[in-house]
Structures are given as C-alpha cells and as structure tokens.
C-alpha cells in the first residue's frame, strides 16, 4: 500500500482561513477509500482544541541554534486519518496564522522553517515514513527542496518522492536575503536556477525546482501560471519545468457540503423540494441579515470572499446599487482589505433593507448563504480553483463567474437554448459583470426555466474521489520514477 504524508499550514477543522483548509480536510479521506495509507501534518496553532497524544520533545536546528518543541497526534474528526501537530509555543501560539492587522508576522521563514524541520522529524523518527511526501503551499514549501539538499544523503528521507501543489501563485513566500541561513540550506542552491529570484529567497520557486511533481487546483490555472498574465513572475520556470506541471481540480466534500445532510442551514432540501427549501433558508437568511421580505419573488444574491481586489469585489461594489435599483438583493460574509471593508460597509448604511454584510470568516453563515440565495457571485480577477461556485451548484443555487482558472473548468454559460450551469462573463469590468447579473436576473424572472437551470446544476459532481484518482495516478507513477 502507497503511503502518503500530506503537510499543509491549515487543515479544517483545527485551523483555516480558506480553501487550503477545506481540502485537507477533504482529499486524505478521498485517498483512503482508494486504498491509499495517509496521514497530515500541520503546526499547532493556539485554536487547535483537539484532544491529543503528546509524543514528546523534539529539537530543531534554526541557523546556528536548535529551538525545542514537541510533536502530537490527533485524528480528523469522523474520518480515523492520523494529523500530527508540530507545536512550538512561541512560534505558533498567536492570534492569527500568518499575519496580524494585515502585517505579515516578521518571523514567517523562522515559523514554518520549524515546521518543515519538524516534518522531518516525524519521518526520521518512525511515526510515519511516506513513500510520497505532498507538501501545499509555500509554508510547505521548504520540504521538497530539502529532501534535494539538506537531507539528500538521509538514508529514508533522501528516497522520498514529493509533490507539491500550488493554491495561490500570489503568495510565495518571499524574504530577503539575510534570512536565507534560517532554513539551513546551503548558499550553493541560492542562484536563479535554484532558490535565487530578484535577489530574494522565493520558496515557491525551490520547491517547483526540486519537487518531482507540481500540481495546482485546477487544468485552467495550470496553464493560466505558465503566462505572465498569471505567472506572478514564475512564468518562466513554470515554462521550463511544465513537463512536471499539471492541474489537478479540487472536489466537494459532499457530506458537508449538500442541502439534503447539511446541518447548518433552515431547512433540508433535494432537487425534488427545491423550491420550497429555498424559501425556507431565504427567509432564515434575510431575518439573519436585517433584510426586508419583498412584496414579490425577486433574487437574492450570495458572496462569501475574502474582501480583497484580486476577488473582484470591487467590481462587484461598483454594480451594487444598479443590482438593488433592478429589486435585487445582496448578503456578503468576509473580511480581507481594510479599504474594501468599509467600502461594503458603507452600502450596507446606505441601501440597510436590500443589503447585509457581515465583516467575519463564519462557517455557519457560509453554508446558510449557500443554502439561501439563489445566485451567487464570484468575479474574481484570477481564480486558482474556487470552491464556492461548486458548493453553489449543489444548493441549487446559480453561479455567476469570471471566465478564469477554475471556474471555467466548473461553470459553463448558459447559452440561448438555455443550457448550461451559471452565466459566465470575460473581461474583468463592472459593465461585464452587470450585464451576467442582469443575464441572471431575467432568467430568474422565468420560474420554470430557472428551476431547471438550479437542478442542472444540483446533478454536478464534483466529488473529491475524482480528484483523489487523478492524484492517485501521480503518486503511482512517482513510485515508477523510484524504482
């Protein structure tokens, strides 16, 4: 049996601040239906209440010094998948995971440097010793890149194979330069073709150069980060190393995230009761937001984002108030961009029965939005997989996107005849984006074509096994590679 060790900044239900989370939450058990032996590691924030076995101390070289901690394991909750905890109270015991009052913390290469050197010692102590070790994002980002350099001569690490997949090019870890002894590689791999990028220290970039296999969340963005468009300033070596790039879509935990087991909404519903059950959650929704019930049907829009430019959200204040002028109605739940924070609200005091805002990551709130609007907007500037637009289509609930990254791989437009799953627009402009609301809107005045379009979507699937499959095959054929 293939054994896999997942390592990621944020696994829900211990920690998260996005997408990241809910699919380390979804992904390993995927894997195991699938015969696959896998287990994840994460730090262990301050948050993380789970019940735990103490596994004792471990000692981590950081430059010319050793920092203690200790290492402890719990279970994903329902699932039996083994987490281990690196824990180190003065690294990892803070209010927030990787920034505070919108600052980075300015010790992120010395916290997840931490991390990545306690990963190690998981393996090197014998509590799980992966034939794969599939590292997220760039706090991962170091473990790839050390099983190449640092210890390329252990005589178990040096043999591991590794993947690792990109969830945001924007966020690649970048420091400068005198930090570079924090993570113990040697200068000989700080150069442009190794860890070297303007002068800086880019984990993102060592870990594309030395990971076996790159994978990101959707085909789109796989070959959207290969242009300078999208690229972040990886394009090129994406380009040069494209042969071990591929795009993997991100799935739906559908026992979390469907109307018909969902316990956080209103009411329960199926394709059978859609209509009804809308009602039901809409009425909740609006009471949950302070908004007037209107005197006749008309659409309530839905948007959980993170508040910031890259999510199109300023876009979308832009065509608020055409939106309400149409008889629309609008929830939003997030937080992100001081400036876009007060921009919403701002129309929340201006239009308080027609739109609600909620400035805060609420889980609950998340899935009674899923469950209450009928349309849902995501006019993101670049999407690497998105997964709300995927919830969205299971609750019956109509997407509008941007044609990016993956919601073109998961929302098709609908066209005259009337097929397709959302209303898709391409350029990246409030007019655009009107005009795919006011698509929707008339559709929305067609009951009957609407329902069909809402059940169209509910037939989707979208299901983590899928892509459990696809990573399956990779896995495989890196242990091809070994031998």
């Known amino acids: 049996m293939i054994k896999i060790l997942i390592a990621a900044s944020e696994i829900d239900p211990f920690a998260k601040t996005g997408g990241l989370a809910d699919a380390m939450r979804s992904l390993p058990p995927a894997l195991r239906r699938q015969g696959v032996e896998v287990a994840l590691v994460m730090p262990k924030y301050r948050q993380i209440q789970a019940e735990c076995e103490d596994l004792g101390e471990i000692q981590v070289p950081i430059e010319d010094t050793s920092m203690t901690g200790r290492l402890a394991r719990t279970e994903l909750p329902g699932d039996k998948v083994p987490v281990y905890l690196i824990d ?21 290469l010395e916290r997840f440097t931490f991390f990545c050197r306690g990963v190690m010692e998981i393996i090197a102590r014998n509590y ?15 473990l790839p890149i050390y099983i190449k350099t640092v210890y390329a001569d252990h005589p178990v690490i040096g043999r591991i194979k590794s993947v690792f997949t990109i969830h945001n090019m ?6 400068p330069p005198f930090l570079y002894p924090v993570t113990g590689i040697g200068w000989e791999h700080f150069h442009v073709e190794a860890l070297e990028f303007y002068n800086q220290l ?25 242009t300078r468009e999208y690229g972040c300033g990886l394009e090129g070596v994406l380009l040069k190393h494209q042969k071990k790039v591929t795009g993997v879509l991100n799935g739906v935990d559908y026992r979390v995230w469907s109307p018909e087991v969902d316990t956080e909404i209103a009411a329960r519903y199926s394709m059978d009761t859609l209509e009804e059950g809308k009602k039901a959650n809409q009425t909740a929704l609006r009471k949950e937001f302070g908004l007037r019930e209107p005197p006749v049907r008309a659409p309530l829009f839905g948007v959980i984002s993170r508040l910031a430019h890259q ?31 007060e921009t919403y609200r701002t129309l929340q005091k201006q239009f308080p029965e027609s739109c609600g805002v909620t400035i805060a990551f609420d889980n609950r709130l998340a ?24 919830y969205s289509l299971r609750y019956g609930t109509v997407p509008v996107v941007r044609a990016t990254g993956g919601l073109v791989d998961t929302v098709t437009d609908v066209d005259e005849a009337g097929d397709g799953t959302g209303f898709v627009f391409e350029e990246p402009t409030p007019a655009a984006l009107l005009e795919a609301c006011e698509r929707a809107i008339a559709r929305f005045e067609d009951r009957e074509a609407w329902l069909a379009l809402a059940r169209r979507g509910m037939r989707m699937d979208f ?19 070994r031998g």
């Open 202 to 226: 880019n984990l993102m970039k060592g870990a594309i150069v030395f990971a076996d296999a790159v994978t990101t969340v959707s085909p789109t963005y796989a070959r959207e980060i290969q």
């Open 128 to 142: 799980f010793r992966p034939d794969v070790l599939h590292a997220h994002d760039w706090q991962a980002a170091l």
């Open 311 to 341: 999510k199109g959200l300023d876009l979308l204040a832009a065509v608020l108030p055409s939106l309400i002028r149409r008889g629309a109605q609008v929830v939003i739940l997030g937080k992100g961009e001081p400036p876009l924070e």
């Open 367 to 390: 899935h009674q939005i899923e469950a209450g609007a009928d349309i849902f907007l995501m006019p993101s500037l670049y999407e690497p997989c998105g997964m709300n637009q995927m």
């Open 88 to 108: 180190q109270e003065k690294l990892f015991h803070r209010n927030e995971l990787y920034t505070e009052k919108g600052k980075d913390y300015p010790d992120n």
């Open 170 to 175: 924007a966020y690649q870890g970048v420091f």
């Open 463 to 481: 299901s983590w096994d899928r892509s459990a499959q696809e990573y399956q095959r990779i896995y495989q054929s890196l242990m091809r590679m």
